[in-house]
């Protein structure tokens, strides 16, 4: 009986281990810590309005699709992201919310920079900006003082690809591979694999990496903080010389007359050796 008592404390204390270590990223604060809002109206997938604030509520950590063409192309993912945040914030939550905040409030532009939460039909309370990324509709953006949540947003958008959510729905598609030279202004907006030689690979400005293609019709761009969250023994300059496919939204650099993908991840990138296509990246996510 001794024995079997020992034998069910230990396993009580490794189901322990396990459960702290399935719930170390999950930090949903208390409640009462939160500010709560009232929605007004979903601009788009990663911006709300609210009659608490004049400005505008932007979701830290993500960049949604676009619903209105600007300096980014209007994007085919962009109405479902913001249906996602329109059913989850006004069918849903009723468009109640609860505001966290991280080092800066207000971001250049004058926006209120926070993370979002709601509660669902069982009352748990929910981070839109995760629950975003997990859907695939939203890539990360990182910055210095907005990364407390980095590494939950980190794992959002691997599950999403490994799920092949939104964005990543089309990822096995082999009908949207296009080599470089044959994109044109009618793929803005749309995910693409763009198959390409590499020619160079530099960094500008010390915080952006630009991956250049044989003929400088097309680059794979990454932000430094996205390289320094996802690329940790991915060596980039290991492509320059390499046949390549690179995964993501077509967008056009007006200043260098480039189309662009801005990347996110090594499981955006493929290589061909000996002609056959390899898997995306060359790390194991999990």
Do not use: C, H
């Amino acid at each position: 009986m001794r024995k079997m008592s020992s034998i069910f404390l230990l396993l009580l204390l490794v189901l322990s281990a396990v459960y702290v270590n399935s719930q170390e990223l999950i930090t949903i604060p208390d409640i009462e810590n939160l500010e709560k809002a009232k929605v007004s109206s979903i601009f788009d997938g990663d911006t709300i309005n609210t009659y608490q604030y004049a400005e505008s509520i932007r979701l830290i950590g993500i960049d949604a699709p676009e619903i209105k063409a600007g300096s980014k192309p209007i994007s085919e993912y962009g109405y479902k992201s913001y249906q996602f945040v329109k059913d989850r914030l006004i069918n849903v939550a009723d468009r109640n919310v609860y505001l966290e905040f991280d080092e800066d409030k207000f971001d250049d532009y004058g926006r209120v920079l926070a993370y979002v939460y709601y509660e669902d039909e069982e009352g748990n309370l929910i981070l839109l900006n995760e629950e975003i990324l997990k859907n695939g509709l939203a890539r990360p953006l990182f910055y210095k003082d907005t990364s407390k949540k980095q590494e939950i947003f980190v794992k959002a958008y691997i599950q999403a690809y490994e799920d092949r959510k939104g964005i990543f729905e089309k990822y096995d598609d082999e009908s949207i591979v296009v080599e470089s030279d044959a994109l044109t202004q009618k793929d803005l907006g749309r995910m693409r694999w763009v198959k390409v030689k590499v020619k160079d690979v530099i960094k500008e400005g010390g915080n952006y990496y630009k991956i250049i293609s044989e003929d400088e019709d097309f680059y794979y761009g990454i932000r430094k903080q996205e390289f320094d969250a996802f690329f940790d023994g991915y060596d980039i300059y290991d492509l320059v010389g390499e046949e390549v496919m690179f995964w993501g939204e077509i967008w056009f650099d007006q200043r260098t007359g480039q189309y662009e993908i801005l990347g996110r991840a090594p499981f955006e990138i493929k290589r061909f050796v000996n002609g056959v296509q390899g898997e995306g990246g060359d790390r194991q996510y999990g």
